[in-house]
C-alpha cells in the first residue's frame, strides 16, 4: 500500500485518500487537465477515478459538470475504464 495513503487513511476525520496523476491534453485545440485518482491497491471495486477539466474556460462560460468542459466519470475497477466513464462530449462545443 502506498505509506502517504495509509497514513492519511488513519488519521481522524480523513476520507477518501487517494494519489493522484495529472495529464494534459488538447481536445479541438482546447487544452484539457485530465486528473485520475487512485484509491489504493486494497481497493477491490471502483479503485480509479477521472475528470477532465477545461484549463482556460472562455470569456462568459462556466464550467457545468458533464455540461460544459468539466466532468467527472463514475469510479471504475481500471485506469481505462475511469476514463471511459468521463464525458467527453461536454469538450465538444462551439466558440
Do not use: K, Q
Not at 55 to 77: A, I, W
Amino acid at each position: 500500500m502506498d505509506p502517504a495513503i495509509e497514513y492519511l487513511r488513519s488519521r481522524r476525520g480523513f476520507t477518501d485518500a487517494a494519489s493522484m496523476t495529472t495529464y494534459r491534453v488538447y481536445i479541438h485545440n482546447r487544452e484539457v487537465e485530465v486528473a485520475i485518482r487512485d484509491y489504493g491497491d486494497d481497493v477491490t471495486r471502483g479503485r480509479f477515478s477521472a475528470e477532465a477539466r477545461l484549463v482556460d474556460v472562455p470569456d462568459g462560460r462556466e464550467l457545468v459538470m458533464n455540461t460544459f468542459g468539466l466532468s467527472l466519470g463514475n469510479p471504475d475497477d481500471s485506469v481505462e475504464a475511469a476514463l471511459d466513464n468521463v464525458h467527453w462530449n461536454v469538450f465538444e462545443f462551439e466558440e
